[in-house]
């Protein structure tokens, strides 16, 4: 019975990497029977903090593998394999020919903007009888827009029109006449 403990006792301390006991501040003395008992309360304390940890590490996974598979964050969202992520949205501002009979100036801002922000507005352009084209990219389709067309002269007040997303067009257009 003795060898056999004796022979756990070494296979126990080959698996666990050793034991000196120096380091749990345990001391050793010279009796060989206290060092049998010494080295058997070390492969207890030893297999007991080896449970112990293996448990915490356990846990840590678990706890990972959890949040991995947890509805939360980006993780959770179930997007259509031909939705392609992108939110800008182009639109296609025309001014008619003679909408303006002189000289005159747009601007095209989002609707709640001033017209001395210039980080509220998309288009700032001189105006002519000729008409104006342009393709403007808006950030994203809930924007609403106004445009005011100035003169250069301040006996005529400034035209103001205002445009907002149209769900059912294929593509967006302003159409200033």
Not at 15 to 32: K, Y
Not at 56 to 77: H, I, K, L, R
């Amino acid at each position: 019975m003795n060898k056999v403990i004796a022979i756990l006792i070494t296979l126990l301390l080959t698996a666990c990497g050793g034991g000196s006991g120096g380091s749990d501040g345990q001391s050793q003395t010279p009796s060989s029977t206290t060092n049998t008992t010494n080295t058997t309360a070390q492969v207890s304390t030893n297999t007991d903090t080896q449970a112990q940890t293996a448990t915490e590490e356990q846990a840590a996974e678990e706890q990972v593998t959890q949040e991995t598979n947890s509805d939360e964050g980006m993780e959770a969202v179930v997007v259509d394999e031909s939705f392609d992520f992108q939110t800008d949205v182009p639109v296609s501002v025309s001014i008619g020919p003679n909408v303006v009979s002189s000289r005159a100036f747009i601007n095209i801002c989002q609707q709640d903007a001033t017209l001395t922000n210039d980080d509220m507005c998309f288009l700032r352009a001189p105006l002519d009888s000729n008409g104006l084209t342009v393709q403007l990219l808006l950030p994203h389709s809930e924007q609403k827009l106004k445009a005011e067309i100035w003169y250069y002269s301040t006996n005529t007040e400034p035209l103001v029109y205002n445009w907002e997303f149209d769900g059912t067009a294929q593509q967006q257009a302003w159409v200033i006449n």
